[in-house]
Every structure is written in C-alpha cells, then in structure tokens.
C-alpha cells in the first residue's frame, strides 16, 4: 500500500485546507488537494491525500471511509496509480 488516498464525495464547500486539517487526525498530512474544473474552477467533488507513512495512510482509510465530512459521506481509499492510455 502507498501513502497517497483517493477521496470521492467530497462537499462543493470543502476547501483542501479543511481537508488537511481533517486528516491530519489521523497522522501528518503531506498534501491535499481538490480537482477542480479548469473552466469553472469548481470542485470536481473529489480529490488526494498524501500521509507522510502508510500506516498513517491506512489509520485515515480506518477512520474517514464512509463517513461524513462537511455533510457529505466520503469514500477514502489508496489512490491507484495513473493509467498508461490517457
């Protein structure tokens, strides 16, 4: 397992430092961040994680997968890697 998270369902209103902020309950946040649309600028209601371990990366999939942040149930699960056809 890595330490980078996927995150889907995230609110509209969730701005990536209330996200760190979040998951900095379950260990030390490297970064986060939102995918937005590039022509509107608005979320794309999902977005990463990246722990500084695995353990704390699987400790944040423990904690926050299924369960509601900003009103919203978010899916949390290691990201996978990009895919070679896009």
Do not use: C, H, Y
């Amino acid at each position: 397992m890595g330490n980078k998270l996927f995150i889907g369902g995230i609110a509209w209103k969730t701005t990536e430092d209330a996200l760190k902020e979040a998951f900095a309950a379950a260990g030390t946040v490297e970064s986060a961040t939102i995918i937005t649309d590039r022509m509107s600028g608005r979320s794309k209601g999902f977005g990463f994680v990246e722990m500084s371990t695995e353990e704390e990366a699987q400790a944040a999939i423990e904690m926050w997968n299924n369960k509601e942040l900003d009103g919203r149930s978010i899916v949390v699960n290691e990201a996978r890697p990009p895919r070679e056809d896009q």
